[in-house]
């Protein structure tokens, strides 16, 4: 499991840092809102612990940011700010679970394996649809505007991850890492080579393409 920890207080950061790798998590540091946008955007994370008074803006706002990209993996705050009012608004906003600060580091952990262990009994969709695209995980079977689609199982694989990911920009880093199981030499063409076949069985004739190329970032389910 791979832990972000987007806090500013190195102090803290660190210790919570520790605390989780003793507990056989992966665990890595943002200090600022452009950091931990970058770390995301770089890498698949399983969870956030996300403080909200950052350097260079507001937690608040990356949550909102990453809710509407379409990150659904359980975030916790871990904020000075104990007001009901703030608790309740980064509740509405996406969070998971909130703790106040100061904070007891075994209850930190004890809660994120909560979060980690629900999220991961939780039901999940057993079909996924977006423009007229309709991916049945259960049957494996893909259709397009009702008609039978014929995908390898790679082909499958990514479809399924952008179809997962509606409009959030998917690195090359994290497809390689999803699909592929590996950060691969990036001077490879395969992930293209995958998505210029999704694009000619998903285009269609008129309107904006079925997947988006994100210059310098990656490819966008649009």
């Given at each position: 499991m791979k832990i972000l920890i987007v806090e500013d207080e190195r102090k803290v950061?660190?210790?919570i840092e520790r605390a989780l790798v003793e507990q056989a998590y992966t665990a890595r540091t943002a200090s600022t809102c452009a950091e931990a946008r970058d770390e995301l955007a770089e890498s698949p994370y399983d969870a956030i612990i996300l403080d909200l008074g950052l350097p260079d803006g507001d937690g608040l706002e990356l949550l909102r940011e990453w809710r509407a990209g379409g990150f659904n993996e359980p975030v916790l705050i871990l904020s000075a700010r104990d007001?009901?009012?703030?608790?309740?608004k980064g509740l509405n906003l996406g969070a998971d679970d909130y703790l106040p600060k100061p904070f007891s580091v075994d209850e930190l952990v004890a809660r994120l394996r909560s979060l980690l262990r629900r999220q991961g009994t939780?039901?999940?969709?057993?079909?996924?649809?977006?423009?007229?695209?309709?991916?049945d995980l259960l049957a494996r079977v893909a259709t397009f505007d009702g008609k039978p689609v014929d995908l390898t199982s790679r082909e499958f694989a990514l479809l399924e991850l952008f179809l997962q990911n509606p409009r959030r920009v998917l690195t090359r880093t994290m497809i390689a890492e999803k699909i592929w199981e590996s950060s691969y030499e990036m001077e490879t063409n395969l992930i293209e080579v995958y998505v210029r076949r999704l694009r000619k069985k998903f285009d269609r004739a008129e309107g904006e393409p079925f997947l988006k190329t994100v210059r310098g970032s990656g490819y966008q389910l649009a």
């Open positions: 950061a660190r210790f007001a009901v009012e703030d608790r309740i939780a039901p999940r969709a057993t079909v996924l649809e977006h423009r007229g695209v309709r991916l």
